[in-house]
């Protein structure tokens, strides 16, 4: 336990000076299926398709397995802190 102490003190003083993701303590994010499956379920309907041509209808209709898979890239995604340059939007 003590060393366990010692490594989150070491952490949050090298924490200190990162200039990046701000993440405190209180931070949550969560990659979980439940809550993609309630982001997927409040997608609107009728919007025009992304640049890729995918729709919230292609989310909302898709296998059941779809959620699972998104949790696990999302959480691949925060663990490596990476964001693949397809996710990036630039605006023109």
């Not at 995918?54 to 209709?61: A, I, N, S």
Request: proline residues 7%; charged residues 20%.
């Amino acid at each position: 336990m003590e060393r366990a102490a010692a490594l989150r003190e070491e952490y949050i003083d090298i924490r200190s000076n990162y200039f990046g993701f701000p993440m405190s303590d209180d931070y949550v994010f969560t990659t979980e299926p439940v809550a993609i499956c309630k982001i997927i379920s409040e997608i609107k309907v009728d919007r025009a398709p992304d640049i890729n041509g995918l729709m919230g209808e292609h989310l909302l209709k898709a296998h059941p397995i779809l959620p699972v898979i998104l949790s696990k890239l999302f959480h691949l995604i925060v663990l490596s802190r990476h964001i693949p340059t397809a996710f990036v939007y630039t605006v023109t």
